[in-house]
């Protein structure tokens, strides 16, 4: 049974920073694709960062590139994703998803594409 784990989400105030944290059950953690997607009210889902664990490969939507970072801690199966410099516009929920990839390769970047998911975090940036 595969579980992802979302925490590190609250509020801040624009140009500050925080770390989300997804805690993967997935076994193993080096064959998956896992990422964080966002949703805000009355807006579409959106691929933010994505890494293929098995050779850290990694996708960033142009909206945080150069701002959000993920990354994988393999000793304790968790995905982090590390947003600096946030801003209004970064205000929504956020979720961890994940698929198994047994190649190497990039991810997947739609949401539907993802078997498993998170209850999410919220994420609020005040200006």
């Known amino acids: 049974q595969v579980q992802l784990v979302e925490s590190g989400g609250g509020s801040v105030q624009a140009g500050g920073s925080l770390r989300l944290s997804c805690a993967a059950s997935?076994?193993?953690?080096?064959?998956?694709?896992i990422g964080w997607f966002r949703q805000a009210p009355g807006k579409e889902r959106e691929g933010v960062a994505i890494?293929?664990?098995?050779?850290?490969?990694?996708y960033y939507a142009d909206s945080v590139k150069g701002r959000f970072t993920i990354s994988q801690d393999n000793a304790k199966n968790t995905v982090y994703l590390q947003m600096n410099s946030l801003n209004p516009e970064d205000t929504a929920m956020y979720y961890c998803?994940?698929?198994?990839?047994?190649?190497?390769?990039?991810?997947?970047?739609?949401?539907?594409?993802?078997?498993?998911w998170g209850q999410g975090t919220k994420v609020t940036v005040s200006s």
């Open positions: 998803a994940a698929y198994f990839r047994f190649s190497y390769g990039s991810c997947g970047t739609r949401g539907s594409e993802y078997n498993y």
């Open positions: 997935i076994s193993p953690f080096r064959s998956a694709c």
């Open positions: 890494i293929y664990t098995g050779g850290r490969i990694t």
